[in-house]
């Protein structure tokens, strides 16, 4: 099902986290590099934790984590 | 790049996916080779011509297809069962590269899954094009198609 258009955006340099799919995978964590797609249709091209990248199209269940703003930022 | 009929169909089915780009390779073992990834995790999708059309035979990428079980599987008895020809593929899978029909997209064929990928918990496997891979969930896999899950390698 696609996401839906008020899902909150996500921004580059936030955080995918993908959870094992099976017992036993590990939990994957990635790196927003860019935002793609239309709002509601959004795909992100992300660097792993591994350091290759690829442009992956989450789910309604992808966990996107904001990047936590320096203190002072505005 | 990914074939347009592969990405629409997972987007409409909401599945999650990524699509990794990798240098141009011709074989399943060497698409492995490009993503850094153990040939047992990578899939490759054999497009078996059977006497009702066409079955899809999802094997791990060092892994070869016994034709003798798909044809027991599909139970053709004693009609032939063969790998697609190029011009089979041409002619019924123009979505897609040569060599590179995904398990899912185009046609809706039945899958034959080998029961060691559905054992992982991500498939691997050419996006329809021999420069770049998609990864997805098993399960999703499972969802998108007619899936059996057996055993049709050699050995």
Request: glycine share 10%; net charge negative.
């Amino acid at each position: 099902m696609p996401r839906t258009k008020d899902a909150p955006r996500a921004r580059a340099g936030d955080l995918v986290i993908v959870e094992g799919h099976k017992v036993g995978d590990a939990r994957r964590l990635g790196t927003i590099l860019e935002v793609l797609g239309e709002p509601g249709h959004e795909h992100y091209r992300v660097r792993w934790e591994d350091g290759r990248e690829t442009v992956f199209y989450p789910s309604s269940d992808a966990t996107i984590r904001p990047a936590t703003k320096a203190k002072g930022a505005r | 790049m990914a074939t347009p009929v592969l990405t629409t169909l997972l987007d409409a089915e909401g599945v999650e996916y990524e699509l990794i780009p990798h240098a141009h390779t011709e074989r399943a073992s060497d698409e492995a080779a490009a993503l850094g990834l153990p040939p047992d995790s990578v899939a490759k999708t054999l497009v078996v011509a059977v006497p009702d059309g066409y079955v899809r035979a999802v094997v791990p990428a060092a892994e070869r297809l016994d034709l003798h079980k798909v044809r027991e599987l599909v139970g053709a008895g004693s009609k032939r069962v063969h790998l697609a020809s190029e011009d089979d593929l041409g002619r019924d899978y123009p979505e897609f590269e040569l060599g590179a029909v995904p398990p899912v997209g185009g046609r809706r064929d039945p899958v034959f899954l080998d029961g060691r990928l559905s054992e992982l918990g991500d498939l691997v496997f050419e996006a329809g094009s021999h420069d770049e891979s998609v990864r997805l969930r098993a399960d999703d896999l499972r969802r998108l198609a007619d899936v059996k899950v057996v055993d049709i390698c050699e050995g």
